[in-house]
């Protein structure tokens, strides 16, 4: 992603379950701390309850970085690469940066990385999480999708203002 001073890289986490984007991280290298970020978000946005969960991801030496497993064992979770040469492998993630560069980096030039890191959050959080409905979701946002489907006891459990109710 080009800003005018100069790259953004954006690594992204999401849970195929919902399509939300779980975990991002958003910086100018791409080194396999990058990685590790989005991943840490990822297990802080679903309160630590991630242990099992599999963590697909490309070839790409940040996802072959020590540090990278070293963070996925420190949460339990299972890393798993596609193969060379499929294409079909990443298409949920494809599909996500296809939206992004349709919906946030193809609609103007961005002067700055911060205008252009705000643009991005701001797409993720506001747009593909709370407008945007998806057909495999049963034309439901991620969040709207999140909220019906997860049950009342597990919502109140991880978010302690609703257990003063």
């Known amino acids: 992603m080009q800003a005018g001073e100069g790259k953004l890289y954006l690594c992204a986490i999401k849970d195929l379950w919902s399509n939300r984007i779980v975990g ?4 100018d290298r791409m080194k ?5 970020t989005a991943v840490d978000t990822a297990v802080a946005r679903r309160d630590g309850h991630v242990a099992g969960c599999i963590v697909h991801s490309d070839r790409g030496s940040q996802f072959r970085a020590r540090k990278l497993q070293r963070c996925l064992d420190r949460h339990g979770l299972v890393g798993s690469m596609g193969q060379v040469g499929s294409a079909g492998d990443n298409a949920a993630m494809e599909s996500f940066f296809s939206l992004l560069q349709k919906n946030v980096l193809n609609t103007r030039r961005w ?12 797409w993720i959080e506001r747009t593909y999480h709370r407008r945007r409905r998806q057909p495999r979701l049963n034309k439901l ?11 009342t006891a597990h919502r109140r459990a991880s978010n302690p203002a609703q257990q003063l109710r």
């Open 24 to 27: 991002y991280a958003i910086d």
């Open 32 to 36: 396999a701390q990058l990685a590790v």
């Open 111 to 122: 002067a700055t990385r911060d205008e252009l890191r705000i643009a991005i959050v701001t």
């Open 141 to 151: 946002t991620p969040i709207e999708y999140e909220t019906i489907m997860t049950p």
